[in-house]
């Protein structure tokens, strides 16, 4: 859990950006919720001074990253970096490859926790091998660092090397990406990137993969960016929570509204997502556009998503036998976003979800 500066910010960033949003992150009691990691992502760097070491833009980044990293430290909260294994970045600042053990050496002096490891300018690199190549690099540092593989799996059109980042990241990193970019809408295409449906769509069948210490990532929230709607935000929230996603913001956490706030600071919600189980949930049921979803939990319970993809508001019901549950079983109920218990319930549970909203509840004996 954290926040990452991309679906904001983009390539306008800079350390005062990022102090700030250290700060609210404490002040907001994001980080007492759980959100941990403060991610720099792409156009930090400069160049490369005569001995190959990377300097960060000096008109953004005046203080130099280990003060900045040190200050996000000193706020309880830990700092992550944004790199490439190509010869560039996304945003055409020096990448990588060539740098590695360079790279991760002066990642661990200045104190990073969490390394995004993006996948532009590769050429004809083999994606497995410069992720372990990598990630050797990091290991060999000492410093423990999460390493996230940016690889966008196979649904990439341009990209050369179709990989499949789910079927070895377990044995190099701890978490990777099941698809294209994220932007910020619900469904569709924008260029190279996804709408949120899209991608929970392509990261669905993928369930089987995740587990503790290596997640699928189906990129980051864009709850509180506005070009969603605050039910349709509940729906990311929940459905990422179902399929234990990393819960990584992109908003601008300084400045977000009480709605964005209340949606990313639902503890009970966060708790499914942060489960101990570590197993991801999946589609249990699909009639036309209204769907079930089920995640099981470490108490033998089960989070239970109603998810309405289409225009009308409309009843859906889980049925126990779905869920692994006896037909017969009286089972308590919470509504996790009206953040209330509903009782019991035997057989089946039904409620009415809005338009592109949810219902999500949590059920144990």
């Known amino acids: 859990?954290?926040?990452?500066?991309?679906?904001?910010?983009?390539c306008h960033i800079d350390e005062k950006t990022v102090r700030a949003v250290a700060d609210a992150m404490v002040a907001s009691g994001m980080r007492d919720a759980g959100y941990q990691y403060v991610v720099i992502d792409d156009c930090w760097q400069d160049k490369r001074d005569t001995d190959g070491n990377m300097m960060p833009d000096p008109a953004k980044f005046p203080s130099g990253i280990k003060a900045l990293a040190d200050y996000v430290h000193s706020k309880g909260l830990k700092f992550g970096i944004y790199s490439d294994a190509g010869s560039m970045t996304c945003g055409r600042r020096p990448g990588s490859q060539g740098h590695e053990y360079q790279d991760a050496v002066a990642y661990a002096r200045w104190g990073v926790d969490y390394l995004k490891y993006d996948w532009c300018f590769t050429g004809t690199r083999n994606s497995e091998e410069a992720y372990a190549l990598m990630a050797d690099a990091l290991r060999s540092t000492g410093r423990d660092i999460v390493f996230s593989i940016c690889d966008w799996g196979i649904s990439r059109p341009t990209m050369v090397d179709k990989s499949m980042p789910w079927e070895w990241g377990a044995k190099i990193g701890n978490l990777w990406r099941t698809t294209e970019d994220i932007y910020d809408a619900w469904a569709g295409r924008k260029g190279t990137s996804l709408g949120m449906v899209n991608i929970l769509d392509l990261t669905e069948s993928l369930y089987a993969y995740a587990g503790p210490g290596h997640w699928n990532d189906p990129d980051m929230l864009e709850i509180g960016n506005g070009g969603?709607?605050?039910v349709e935000y509940r729906a990311q929230f929940s459905l990422w929570a179902m399929i234990a996603a990393p819960l990584i913001a992109g908003n601008d956490i300084a400045h977000m509204?009480?709605?964005?706030?209340?949606?990313l600071l639902n503890r009970d919600v966060i708790a499914v997502d942060q489960d101990n189980l570590g197993r991801a949930g999946h589609r249990v049921r699909k009639n036309g556009d209204l769907e079930v979803w089920a995640r099981p939990l470490a108490d033998g319970g089960r989070a239970v998503v109603l998810f309405?993809?289409?225009e009308h508001p409309a009843d859906i019901t889980a049925?126990?036998?779905?869920?692994?549950?006896?037909?017969t079983a009286a089972l308590k109920v919470r509504d996790l976003w009206a953040n209330k218990s509903l009782g019991r319930a035997s057989g089946?549970?039904?409620?009415?979800?809005?338009p592109h909203g949810v219902v999500m509840v949590r059920l144990g004996m």
């Open 1 to 10: 859990m954290g926040w990452n500066s991309w679906n904001r910010f983009g």
């Open 228 to 230: 969603m709607s605050d």
């Open 257 to 263: 509204s009480d709605a964005t706030r209340a949606i």
């Open 308 to 310: 309405n993809r289409g």
């Open 319 to 327: 049925d126990w036998t779905d869920l692994g549950f006896p037909a």
């Open 348 to 354: 089946h549970f039904t409620a009415n979800v809005a």
